[in-house]
């Protein structure tokens, strides 16, 4: 089968281990590119664990989200990566029906837990900044259930195509396995339509809600240079900063992979160019590795606890406690 932008992707590719719309070459750049991104991934978000175990005192209730969101980007570059890559190797999907399964459920339950985890961390900005009466009145317990509702959500959708709601299987690059939109039939059509609308649509509303009243109150605080707030508000702005950040790449990274699925559903996904069909999935799984650019580039003061940590810096030459806050948050984890 010829290959190339606007090909059109044939049910006779074989579901395991069968020929590819990709020449091998073609496969070993994105095998390159897969194991690059993993060890950049792996490395940076190992790091930003490591920053949360070295200081103690950044574990408040709003950086729990981030380490949770660190653990999906783990999750991610630990497991998804390394098999994907060693299957563009081989030229087509080398661990199976089981492996496709466990390989598609983890890439999707990640990916879920990851949106989940933004909308949280948008509620958190939205309480801290604009309803600090609530905030204040909000325990840990609080934050541990809703995180637990976003892996919890996460779960659900992950096992759906496993007991029968759509299904995974490889996509036409024969060397990963997702959401199989190649059969887009009722099954599918209602489990893509319940996912975007539950998993994308929503989060974006409640995030566009909390982040447009943060924007409004930040505004009107520059604005009265006489107002009196408990807020650090350098610190606020820059953690609500990272925050919008980290929403607007997680949605350039999950946007084709959207798009693919509602094309999919609505279009022939044999028209559906073979270029995107292995662009979408990694754009989505480059979602793993630019998180922790954002923390450092958009939070000067996680950027000075990077720095301490790469260093090796002892915390009595760098006081996290009154330089690196990363929220006015003091509630401890233990």
């Known amino acids: 089968m010829e290959h190339g932008v606007g090909v059109n992707i044939s049910d006779d590719v074989s579901p395991y281990g069968g020929k590819s719309v990709f020449t091998q070459m073609e496969h070993n750049i994105v095998a390159g590119y897969l194991i690059t991104a993993g060890v950049i991934s792996l490395s940076s978000n190992i790091v930003v664990l490591l920053v949360f175990v070295k200081y103690k005192e950044l574990r408040t209730a709003t950086n729990f989200i981030i380490i949770n969101l660190a653990f999906t980007d783990v999750g991610v570059a630990g497991i998804g990566y390394p098999m994907s890559a060693a299957s563009d190797l081989h030229g087509s999907w080398k661990f199976g029906y ?30 801290t900044i604009c309803r600090a009466d609530i905030r204040q009145k909000i325990t840990m317990q609080s934050y541990n259930l809703l995180i637990l509702a976003a892996w919890l959500n996460a779960v659900f959708w992950s096992l759906m195509p496993v007991v029968g709601w759509a299904g995974y299987a490889p996509d036409p690059t024969g060397a ?28 974006l509303s409640v995030m566009f809600y909390c982040y447009y009243n943060v924007s409004v109150t930040m505004r009107r605080h520059q604005a009265d240079s ?31 992979y959207s798009f693919v699925c509602l094309w999919a559903s609505f279009g022939n996904p044999k028209n559906i160019p073979a270029a995107m069909a292995i662009i979408a999935p990694l754009f989505a799984k480059s979602s793993t590795f630019y998180n922790p650019c954002i923390y450092v580039l958009a939070n000067k003061k996680f950027r000075r606890a990077i720095i301490g940590l790469i260093q090796c810096q002892t915390r009595q030459r760098i006081t996290i406690s009154t330089q690196v806050p990363l929220t006015t948050s003091r509630q401890p984890l233990t």
């Open 176 to 203: 990963t396995c997702t959401i199989n939109w190649r059969k887009n039939d009722a099954s599918f059509i209602s489990y893509t339509m319940a996912v975007i609308a539950v998993n994308f649509v929503l989060p």
């Open 226 to 256: 006489h107002s009196i707030t408990a807020l650090d508000w350098s610190d606020q702005k820059d953690v609500t900063k990272m925050s919008i950040l980290m929403i607007v790449m997680f949605l350039v990274a999950w946007s084709p």
């Open 98 to 127: 089981t492996g496709c399964q466990i390989y598609a459920a983890l890439n999707i339950f990640f990916g879920m837990a990851s949106i989940g985890l933004l909308t949280v961390v948008a509620i958190d900005r939205f309480l």
